[in-house]
């Protein structure tokens, strides 16, 4: 069972919002590339996890701080007397170990992965004491991309290879049987522990008027939309949406981007770049948000579901 699913990381999207909407630097360019390639790697081993048909408890993108110390898991997986911890790197290209440094060649450092899935293990261990459970904690460093070449590594160090992963994990999952109620209470409290807020998030500076208006294409995010009748059509990949469906995420990227604003029926139509009329951005907010005030003075909240 999923406890927790996977969501798009804040940081990611709001990245992608940005990258159609305003021109952006270099080094901002390298972490939408470095955040997107990451996520992507975890959705992937998401895929051979369910597919595995696991009975476990599993929790997806778990940041959690204890003692000043604060880990980011990727995937977590309690069994019934054991938990494992998987950290997930979508590397491409030819690595290497020397010294205990993790290098890309010809000889670009790289973050030690290993140190990371060394703290989420003590972190995971000492909560596993203080809630007095039983539980031994194992964690494994997992490399997706069937491009991806690693020389030079441990035999002992825990890192398990693309061509690995499906027999390792279906070993993992010999080794356990069926999850109880004490494993669940575990899960949920670890769950509670997570932070909504991630420290680790660069997100940049930008202003509203720096940023072109325009409705996105659900598919390619393209802003070459147009309006034809009720629906919202992509002149850049021909998709067509319901207008309605293209509001509501454009209200979303809008309170995204600006959590301090008010959402208003003008500030819709303007970033919308008033390609939709203020009749229908007002109907479409009325179907997914609470109205507040009345006339000029209205906004609208999220329905809380
Ligand atoms: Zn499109």
């Known amino acids: 069972m999923n406890l927790k699913e996977r969501a798009l990381p804040e940081e990611l999207f709001v990245l992608q919002i940005l990258e159609q909407r305003m021109s952006l630097s270099s080094p ?3 972490r939408l590339y470095t955040l997107q ?3 992507d790697g975890e959705i992937i081993f998401d895929k051979w996890l369910l597919a595995m048909e696991w009975d476990s408890i599993v929790i997806h993108d778990l940041r959690i701080k204890q003692n000043f110390s604060e880990v980011q898991i990727d995937t977590l997986v309690i069994t019934n007397k054991k938990i494992f911890i998987f950290e997930i790197k979508n590397f491409i290209g030819e690595y290497y170990w020397e010294s205990q440094t993790l290098f890309k ?3 670009k450092q790289v973050k030690n992965p290993l140190h990371q899935l060394e703290r989420s293990k003590l972190l995971i261990r000492q909560l596993v004491n203080e809630w007095q459970c039983d539980y031994s904690v194992e964690a494994s460093l997992i490399f997706v991309h069937p491009q991806f070449t690693l020389f030079n590594a441990s035999l002992e160090a825990p890192i398990i290879l693309r061509s690995q ?10 080794l356990s049987s069926g999850i109880t109620l004490e494993n669940k209470i575990f899960a949920e409290k670890l769950v509670q522990m997570h932070l909504s807020t991630n420290s680790f998030s660069q997100l940049p500076n930008y202003q509203y008027h720096q940023l072109k208006k325009g409705v996105p294409c659900a598919h390619c995010q393209s802003l070459l939309t147009q309006l034809r009748g009720r629906k919202c059509f992509c002149n850049h990949c021909n998709l067509q949406e319901n207008i309605y469906a293209s509001i509501h995420r454009l209200t979303k990227e809008f309170s995204l981007l600006f959590p301090e604003e008010q959402i208003t029926v003008k500030k819709i139509y303007d970033f919308s770049g008033e390609i939709v009329s203020k009749q229908v951005i007002r109907t479409a907010l009325k179907k997914r948000y609470h109205v507040c005030g009345s006339g000029w003075h209205s906004f609208y909240l999220p329905n809380v579901e």
């Open 37 to 39: 390639v990451g996520y």
């Open 105 to 107: 060649k010809p000889n």
């Open 28 to 30: 901002l360019k390298h």
């Open 165 to 174: 992963i499906e027999e390792r994990l279906h070993a993992f999952k010999r």
